[in-house]
């Protein structure tokens, strides 16, 4: 099956209407959790050299203006909508002491001298520079050389008033030595309700403590496979019942489609440098072959302007999984993995749900006998829907792709704006009711300033609206950035 990488239907003659119309995306950012982590950033600079990552956790390399520095100039069109999350060794003094200190989430004062020990002035600088807020990569322990390290519960509501009071964001609790202990990490989220009111908590790892969480991560992933394995996670975690007065959020990571197909948060991993590491060496972390994610940054910019019209919900159990199982296939060449474990030669095999859906019945998919992509559609609590079409590997010809489908979806009453993400051949809105005589139908590409009328160019019939997935695609790539090879995003509305 031949499937190239910039995947490309035939475009028929479309007759647009440019009718005036207000833009269906607002332009006031949104208050979900949405953040752009350092990490990988940190890692590019230092070359992956791991022993060096730690050290370049610094004022200097976030605002400075030389090579490789700058952090939070990155994405102008969209960082209004992320936090700015600094990942590990923000809070660990640049010396020799960080097994000691991991933990101590306190700034380190040595990392930030423009600073003078204040937090609070951090967190301007970075709201000055145009960020929705400042957030911190936290260590899962109690940092050993602290005085109060053996009182837990003191510990940590001192640094959670600490930071609260400084206006941090954003916790991102990862490894260390509580990773796996349920009750702890569910203590420090309720001290962090009650200390830091407002500074979502971030865990990881034990999954059942999403039900009593702001937001559980669904933890690091290898580019090429990252499609399928984190629908295994999030197929997991939405078998779970957020408890009342919890937020129950799921933080897919760097997967924009899986995220406004099924209602998730995103922890932005990719970042605009997409060149050649400082030692020449090619990227493994971020690969060109396969998905070239760093050369689709517009497809997260889409994927935070959808979440201005419909924020991700808590997991209630409410999701529904096809039988059917897609399988991806990779074989790995040189410098395609960041995994000590996994080596050129090895084929990777990873299976997930074909179709998943939440609060709405499982899209009808037909695929005219050849490969099927992954199907994701959700009804969000305000009435908006979201549909969204993720890639397959194809390992034959080491590419990927998304196969043209037919994709129905039971809209039953809705009435609020509709979300489309992904490659189609064609898209149905099925109703429960008969679609009135005079509907017309308003599309906009979500980072594009203006809609447009496309009643004419679709087909209703009864209760059916039927697009053209040329229209589709024309439609959500119309505001495309020159050279970007994101998929399509658009909304839609009925009216």
């Not at 995306?25 to 990552?53: H, M, R």
């Not at 933990?103 to 380190?108: D, K, L, P």
């Not at 991993?269 to 400082?278: C, I, Y």
């Not at 196969?403 to 992904?422: C, E, N, R, S, Y």
Request: proline share 7%.
């Amino acid at each position: 099956m031949k499937l190239l990488l910039a995947f490309s239907l035939f475009m028929a003659s479309f007759t647009l209407e440019a009718k005036t119309h207000k833009s269906l995306v607002p332009e006031k950012p949104s208050n979900v959790p949405d953040y752009f982590s350092t990490w990988n950033i940190q890692g590019y600079v230092v070359s992956y050299d791991g022993s060096a990552t730690p050290r370049v956790m610094t004022e200097q390399y976030m605002f400075g203006n030389g090579p490789l520095e700058g952090w939070t100039t990155f994405f102008p069109e969209f960082r209004e909508d992320l936090i700015f999350l600094m990942d590990d060794s923000w809070d660990v003094p640049v010396d020799n002491r960080k097994n000691e200190l991991m933990g101590s989430a306190r700034m380190a004062a040595d990392r930030f001298p423009g600073c003078k020990g204040s937090l609070k002035k951090l967190v301007r600088m970075t709201k000055k520079a145009g960020w929705k807020g400042l957030g911190g990569w936290i260590c899962c322990q109690e940092a050993s050389a602290a005085s109060d390290a053996k009182n837990p519960e003191a510990y940590w509501t001192a640094r959670l008033k600490e930071n609260h009071k400084a206006g941090m964001a954003y916790w991102k609790v990862d490894f260390g030595r509580e990773e796996h202990n349920q009750p702890w990490r569910e203590k420090l989220t309720q001290l962090g309700r009650k200390y830091a009111p407002g500074m979502p908590i971030e865990h990881a790892f034990t999954y059942q403590v999403i039900e009593k969480s702001d937001v559980f991560r669904t933890y690091d992933v290898e580019v090429v496979t990252s499609v399928p394995v984190t629908l295994q996670r999030v197929a997991k975690l939405l078998r779970y019942k957020t408890q009342p007065g919890n937020m129950g959020l799921i933080n897919c990571e760097d997967e924009p489609l899986i995220a406004v197909g099924l209602g998730c948060v995103i922890g932005v991993m990719r970042h605009p440098l997409n060149k050649p590491l400082p030692n020449g060496l090619s990227d493994h972390v971020f690969p060109y072959a396969g998905r070239n994610l760093k050369a689709r940054l517009d497809e997260v910019n889409r994927a935070l302007k959808w979440h201005r019209l419909a924020a991700p919900f808590a997991v209630n159990d409410d999701a529904l999984f096809s039988d059917l199982q897609l399988t991806d296939v990779w074989c790995l060449r040189e410098r395609e993995t960041w995994r000590s474990d996994h080596h050129v030669g090895d084929t990777l095999r990873e299976s997930a749900p074909a179709v998943i859906s939440r609060c709405m019945p499982l899209p009808e998919i037909r695929t005219n006998g050849g490969e099927a992509p992954y199907v994701l559609a959700s009804r969000y609590p305000n009435g908006a829907v979201c549909v969204a079409t993720a890639e397959r590997l194809f390992s034959d010809e080491h590419t990927w792709g998304i196969p043209p489908a037919d994709v129905t979806l039971q809209m039953g009453d809705a009435k609020g704006p509709i979300g489309v993400f992904g490659n189609y051949q064609s898209l149905q809105l099925r109703y429960d009711r008969t679609v009135p005589a005079g509907t017309r139908v308003w599309a906009q590409d979500l980072i594009g300033k203006e809609p447009v009328d496309i009643t004419s160019d679709v087909k209703i019939s009864g209760n059916t609206i039927t697009i053209p997935g040329s229209l589709l695609e024309h439609v959500g790539t119309m505001a495309s950035t020159p050279g970007d090879v994101s998929v399509p995003g658009l909304v839609l509305s009925v009216e």
